[in-house]
Each structure stands twice: as structure tokens, then as C-alpha cells.
């Protein structure tokens, strides 16, 4: 699985991240800066953000959906799952092996 969200600030970002790999819920996260455009409480918005990329497991989502709701800044975080279909082995051994399945 990847898991993704996005936060106004890269401290945010990195604070995320590193708590999602500490309690093992995450192997790796990525984050890249992106500009999103959305429509948020009657007006549209262009905002520098920071877009984090979770490899994970499908075992540990409620933990991060848990993590996301105590942590994050936002008054709704987006969330979204995706699966990955297919990968090298080695690599989606090693997402298993450092998630807390």
C-alpha cells in the first residue's frame, strides 16, 4: 500500500514522516513539495504544500489513519490509499519486514 497526505509546512512534513517510520507504521515515507489547487470552504485555493508518501502495508492503515487524526494540523487531513499491484519482491519483502504487520 501507499498512503498519501499533504501539510502546509515541511517541519510538519519531516514530523510526520518520522513518527509514522519510529512506531514502524510506515517503512518509507517521501515528501515532495507540490502546488495544490482546491476548492476549501466556499473558496478556491493555490497553496504550497508538502505531499507525503507513505510504503506501508495494508495491516498497518488503521494505525495510520490514527496517527494522521492526532497529528496533523489540518481540520481534514486527506487520506488515500492506494495499492501497489505489483513490485520488485525484494523491495515489498522489505516494506513488510520493517512495517509492524
Known sequence: MT??????????????????????????VQVSQVHSFYHWQGETHRDQEY???????????????HLLAEQHSYDE????????IDGAAGYLDWIRDMTDE
Open 77 to 84: 487531513p486527506e487520506m488515500i490509499v492506494l495499492p501497489i
Open 3 to 28: 498512503i498519501q497526505t499533504t501539510t502546509d509546512s515541511c517541519d510538519e512534513a519531516e514530523r510526520l514522516a518520522s513518527l509514522a517510520v519510529e512506531q514502524q507504521l510506515a517503512a518509507c
Open 51 to 65: 505531499l507525503l508518501t507513505l510504503k506501508t502495508t495494508s495491516a498497518t492503515v488503521p494505525g495510520i489513519k
